[in-house]
């Protein structure tokens, strides 16, 4: 084991669409960033984590200890090291964590990329000193992490706070007429199809609305609405109507004592003032609404939070040592 403390501590946030590497100081202060598009092909993704690992490396002209790498990865892994991933299909039935060992040779931590991404805004971030926190995650695809009194929530798979896969209310499907979608984790109507960006996409389309690309919807939409346009209108209240129900659950499974936004469509500024009252007729009357705010650290939260995990992994085992 090596026992000096390194000079640098990596975080890498490993999402659907776009993975990026953050080089971070004890402290936490990013010395080096780079982000690639994610490959959706198993060993292509092992040699994009590779190259971005010993990239960094070279960037900082690292001697010495290696530093450690946390990873935060959708999904969750069961007790063998297999993932399960639906948003990065490639890796679901594959071991990901001993692979990048034997090619990296250092300390590596595995935690939930929205786990991660909670984890950083509890700490210096939107939710500092907050007592509970749940960081919401609305990007490819929909998650979250559930933080108290500064530590992660993680349950016993690790699969605390993944409500993109609680199923939508069946009386908002008949409410709306919206179709059944079905869901990269086997299932159909899981939340994350109708909340995400992809979902924003789907009910644009169950609208009526042209094709476009998840990421260059929400930008447009949101243009459209300052403008007026009906369609844009119509989206984005339906789209609020499902996440206000959404969210009026999570306050009643875990009452936290704010909601951080993450992922893409953190982004969109109707969110923030929107969300509130879309929220109220879902709760139990007289229960309040927490803070809703945008993310202190913007897209790079998660990976500022894969490296404080990776700084706590290592000074924990110091510690036990």
């Not at 040699?47 to 490396?57: E, F, K, N």
């Not at 892994?77 to 964590?97: K, P, Q, S």
């Not at 993109?164 to 086997?186: K, S, T």
């Not at 939070?305 to 036990?320: C, D, I, M, V, Y």
Request: include cysteine; aromatic fraction near 4%.
């Amino acid at each position: 084991m090596h026992m000096h403390t390194p000079d640098y501590w990596y975080g890498i946030d490993l999402g659907g669409t776009k993975m990026e590497l953050v080089a971070c100081d004890a402290a936490l202060t990013v010395h080096h960033r780079q982000r690639i598009p994610t490959p959706h092909d198993y060993h292509s993704l092992v040699a994009a984590l590779t190259a971005l690992v010993r990239d960094a490396d070279a960037a900082l002209g690292v001697q010495g200890v290696p530093p450690p790498v946390g990873i935060g990865v959708p999904g969750i892994v069961d007790a063998a090291g297999r993932h399960l991933c639906a948003n990065i299909a490639c890796l679901t039935g594959r071991v990901l964590l001993p692979v990048l060992h034997q090619l990296l040779d250092r300390a590596i931590t595995l935690g939930n990329d929205c786990q991660c991404f909670a984890l950083s805004e509890a700490h210096g971030g939107a939710g500092a000193g907050a007592d509970s926190l749940f960081g919401l995650i609305i990007g490819t695809g929909a998650g979250a992490g559930y933080v108290v009194d500064g530590r992660l929530v993680r349950g016993r798979h690790g699969a605390a706070g993944e409500w993109g896969h609680w199923p939508l209310d069946p009386h908002l499907l008949r409410r709306h007429e919206l179709p059944l979608l079905p869901c990269a984790c086997g299932r159909a109507a899981c939340l994350e199809r109708y909340v995400s960006g992809t979902g924003l996409r789907d009910l644009h389309a169950h609208l009526g609305g042209a094709g476009h690309s998840a990421e260059q919807l929400a930008a447009q939409l949101a243009a459209q609405l300052t403008a007026g346009d009906a369609l844009a209108a119509r989206v984005f209240d339906l789209h609020l109507d499902l996440l206000g129900a959404a969210l009026a659950h999570i306050i009643l499974a875990y009452d936290p004592h704010v909601v951080v936004l993450g992922g893409g469509l953190s982004q969109l500024p109707h969110l923030y003032t929107g969300l509130p009252a879309a929220i109220v007729p879902h709760l139990i009357p007289g229960l309040g609404v927490p803070p809703i705010l945008p993310p202190a650290f913007g897209d790079a939260g998660g990976a500022r939070g894969a490296a404080l995990l990776a700084r706590q992994a290592f000074t924990n085992s110091t510690q036990e040592s």
